[in-house]
């Protein structure tokens, strides 16, 4: 059974920058079939797509986030991860990551709140 | 602001059917049959119900079952049950590099 488990900071200081990483357990993220994405909900607010990387290493980001966010693969360590620059207390959220077959996401991480705050 | 346009709230008492609407543009729901819907317990993962508008995965009942109209999308549920009570978002693939934008949610009651 496919298993994401998110792991990250819980307290990150308002300019800085957000890092978290997605393991992957169960499965391959080098597989061909799928994109691995991040997906974050501000407290109580609805979801957000943040970006999502093919196993090629092809990203895709939301526009909304004017080139704050990075994601990257690391194939070794069977994990992706997260980088958004220069926070704010908007970017107060829980953060999921997901595998994304095509235009879905069929498994998703229980999910880590990143609260910005000095 | 959301993407995507959900009722804020739903509801329904057991045994009863419920329909979830999803309104966005011929730019995401109008324009690909790559709907998804998801349910979300709070402080679970959520959990992949539909997917390409009305496909349902293995081990989702068939009481969910999705459509789609033009540029809005439905989620039934049928023969409404304590368990399903949940916030419902919906997804749809935007085009291009957007690969996701989804709805504000809509918390189902079952009364």
């Known amino acids: 059974q496919l298993q994401l488990q998110e792991s990250g900071p819980g307290l990150v200081k308002p300019s800085e920058t957000l890092p978290l990483t997605c393991t992957v357990s169960g499965g391959s993220i080098s597989s061909s079939r799928y994109y691995w994405s991040w997906i974050r909900q501000p407290p109580g607010k609805g979801l957000e797509w943040i970006g999502s990387?093919?196993?090629?290493?092809?990203?895709y980001y939301n526009p909304s986030l004017k080139g704050r966010v990075i994601i990257f693969v690391d194939t070794s360590k069977n994990h992706f991860s997260l980088k958004l620059s220069s926070v704010t207390a908007a970017d107060t959220a829980v953060y999921y990551c997901?595998?994304?077959?095509?235009?879905?996401?069929?498994?998703w991480g229980q999910g880590a709140l990143v609260t910005v705050s000095s | 602001q959301s993407a995507l346009t959900q009722p804020p709230s739903a509801s329904g008492s057991p045994g009863q059917s419920v329909t979830i609407s999803c309104t966005g543009t011929?730019?995401?729901?109008?324009?690909?049959?790559?709907v998804s819907w998801y349910q979300h317990h709070p402080g679970k993962a959520p959990k992949l119900m539909i997917h390409d508008v009305s496909q349902r995965p293995s081990g989702v009942p068939d009481r969910f079952s999705g459509s789609k109209s033009g540029n809005t999308a439905s989620l039934t549920v049928s023969g409404l049950q304590a368990e399903d009570e949940a916030d419902y978002y919906c997804s749809s693939y935007a085009g291009g590099n957007n690969l996701g934008v989804f709805g504000g949610g809509t918390k189902l009651t079952v009364l």
């Open positions: 990387i093919y196993y090629s290493g092809s990203t």
């Open positions: 011929s730019s995401d729901v109008g324009g690909y049959n790559y």
């Open positions: 997901a595998r994304q077959p095509t235009w879905h996401f069929d498994y």
